[in-house]
């Protein structure tokens, strides 16, 4: 499995921006599919997930109401739409898939990572 993540770049504080994850195999429906973040000088942490079938969905605290994560089995695709963006939102973003169908906030459980897609925001 390969995930493939796009869609970073520089934006200002204020702005939106959606972020994309490919997934490599017919079998993305059986997966729960998480998005992590590292900024610089911390931690990788947890921002949204989804489950398999797209019906439920989890957030940090620091992000709701203004991401959204949802995906498109046909597509193979999971999406972070951001909204409202703010400088403390500047790092590095992964994509992650869980082939037992975990999405919450919890690392080791996500057996597969995308490469990161960075994601700066000035204000």
């Known amino acids: 499995v390969q995930l493939q993540a796009s869609g970073g770049g520089l934006v200002q504080a204020g702005d939106s921006l959606r972020l994309s994850c490919v997934f490599s195999?017919?079998?993305?429906?059986?997966?729960?599919m998480g998005w992590f973040r590292q900024a610089p000088r911390k931690e990788r942490g947890f921002v949204a997930g989804?489950?398999?079938?797209?019906?439920?969905?989890r957030y940090a605290d620091s992000v709701k109401g203004r991401f959204t994560i949802a995906r498109d089995n046909a597509k193979n695709t999971v999406y972070l739409e951001m909204n409202n963006l703010k400088r403390e939102d500047t790092a590095v973003y992964y994509c992650?898939?869980?082939?037992?169908?975990?999405?919450?906030?919890?690392?080791?459980?996500?057996?597969?990572w995308g490469q990161g897609t960075l994601v700066t925001v000035s204000s």
């Open positions: 989804i489950a398999a079938n797209g019906g439920d969905t």
């Open positions: 195999k017919r079998t993305f429906t059986d997966y729960g």
């Open positions: 992650a898939a869980s082939r037992q169908g975990y999405y919450g906030s919890y690392g080791p459980p996500y057996t597969h």
